[in-house]
């Protein structure tokens, strides 16, 4: 896969994480309301189209589109979960293709980030997929302070006096494509395509590879957090809308099968569906194969060395499909191919 070779500087703003532009390159802007937002990942028409080297500057509501501002809202609320603004259309992309995904830049948009309980939602809840005699938990709306000195927002427990400040980790929930043989996929699944991942990778510092599907691989995102603990488990993160800054590339005739993360160190392969142990699975699979095409492994000294090197992260366990992503450090590997 010729994939990008990123060199890749860190600056923090306030409550943003920042890649400075190296060149002046052409910009898009959009910006996306309740009324434009969307919540399937399906083929509509792009609400703007993004060249080679354009970056796009947008916006993203948050999970609930921006309708929790106080304690006494309630989600009766929300118009629909997890509001995507987009698609976008990408010039040159085509079934068979991939697009790289650049995050140059991610800024909580608020001065307060939401986080909730929602009947027959969450990790450690009773839902439709693992159903329980007993009561669901209720819903319950906690709100984050943001505090821009520092990028940290406040927890403040219901139930005690305590408090602590979380470090702020801005990144993108939702970003997928249209999916394959024309579906709609709800703005709240992960799959192939993408989606509603809850992967904290997709943030500054990371490139994320998509497959193409569509003509223009139709690019949509959303659900923006400022913090999450590893699995989701209440099934929020810390909900923020976001201002976003990103470039996307082609690579053509490149095709994945998966979503995949890269930055300077290390190569990531995701892995989505249910059970947790077949997400495991994909991701691993996929990451074997790609060290195989692009660094020369055999599959089996592949597998051999990721079960001595390998992480692993668990994105999220609580939404219709679960996220695992499986990373391998670029020091254990050879150089990659030349041709890649």
Request: charged content about 20%; overall charge negative.
């Amino acid at each position: 896969m010729k994939l990008l070779v990123l060199s890749i500087f860190f600056s923090v703003s306030i409550c943003a994480s920042t890649v400075e532009a190296q060149k002046e390159n052409p910009v898009v802007k959009y910006h996306a309301t309740l009324e434009t937002v969307k919540y399937v990942y399906g083929v509509a028409p792009s609400v703007a189209r993004l060249g080679p080297d354009d970056i796009l500057e947008t916006n993203t509501l948050d999970a609930f589109g921006d309708a929790i501002q106080k304690p006494s809202d309630t989600l009766a609320l929300v118009k629909g979960d997890n509001p995507l603004t987009g698609p976008f259309f990408i010039e040159g992309a085509e079934p068979g293709d991939a697009i790289a995904v650049e995050f140059l830049n991610l800024e909580v948009n608020s001065s307060q980030g939401v986080g909730a309980f929602a009947p027959g939602f969450g990790a450690l809840n009773s839902t439709d997929y693992t159903p329980m005699i007993q009561p669901a938990l209720p819903e319950r709306i906690w709100l984050y302070p943001i505090h821009s000195g520092d990028n940290t927002a406040t927890f403040q427990a219901h139930d005690s006096n305590f408090s602590v400040k979380i470090p702020l980790h801005p990144f993108l929930g939702c970003i997928g494509v249209a999916p394959a043989n024309g579906e709609a996929r709800s703005s709240v699944v992960p799959a192939e395509f993408g989606g509603n991942m809850d992967a904290s990778e997709s943030s500054v510092g990371n490139t994320l590879l998509l497959p193409v599907n569509v003509p223009g691989a139709l690019l949509y995102m959303g659900d923006g957090h400022a913090a999450m603990g590893d699995g989701e488990i209440a099934g929020t993160a810390i909900e923020v809308p976001l201002r976003v800054r990103l470039r996307v590339r082609v690579i053509k005739g490149q095709r994945i099968e998966w979503p995949r993360f890269e930055n300077q160190n290390e190569i990531m392969a995701v892995g989505i569906y249910r059970p947790l142990d077949d997400c495991l699975r994909i991701a691993f699979t996929q990451l074997i194969q790609w060290i195989h095409q692009d660094y020369g492994l055999s599959e089996l000294d592949a597998y051999e060395l990721l079960s001595k090197v390998a992480t692993v992260h668990l994105a999220e366990m609580v939404d219709p499909n679960y996220v695992v992503i499986a990373k391998v450090d670029k020091k254990y590997l050879p150089p990659r191919k030349a041709s890649h």
